[in-house]
């Protein structure tokens, strides 16, 4: 089911959210200071193409320069992208098969808007990230 629910994303919706990462990474990585902005967008931009299956977590070793960057990010690209979230998942929500996919896409804002200090885990096993066996 997830990888039909995936495909489905991927034409609808991700192709054109990942694009939209894609380019505020590009962006991002032009100066040296906001290379850690970029490498965030980078990895944002795999999730916006397949995005059921995994899930985002807070990393628990994350400082108070996330909290920073996060409010830079916010400022910078973190509003414009969450933006580009709501703007997609309108046309997903007047079709009856996208309404899913529209729920997802707005569960997508809060790492939009703060990416720092979060880690994109597999939804089965969303501690093995940290040092804690699998739940097998």
């Not at 994303?9 to 694009?19: K, R």
């Not at 079709?95 to 089965?124: T, Y």
């Amino acid at each position: 089911m997830k990888t039909l629910l995936n495909l489905i994303w991927l034409v609808l919706a991700g192709f054109w959210l990942a694009l939209g990462y894609v380019l505020a990474g590009i962006i991002c990585c032009i100066l040296i200071v906001t290379i850690p902005f970029g490498i965030a967008a980078f990895r944002i931009a795999g999730y916006a193409l397949w995005p059921f299956g995994r899930t985002v977590v807070d990393k628990p070793d994350a400082g108070a320069w996330s909290v920073v960057g996060n409010v830079i990010w916010v400022l910078v690209a973190g509003i414009w992208l969450a933006i580009e979230h709501v703007l997609t998942a309108i046309p997903l929500f007047l079709s009856i098969i996208g309404i899913p996919l529209g729920i997802a896409n707005l569960k997508m804002i809060p790492i939009s808007l703060m990416p720092l200090g979060k880690q994109i885990v597999p939804s089965d096993h969303p501690f093995v990230g940290y040092g804690e066996p699998s739940r097998r």
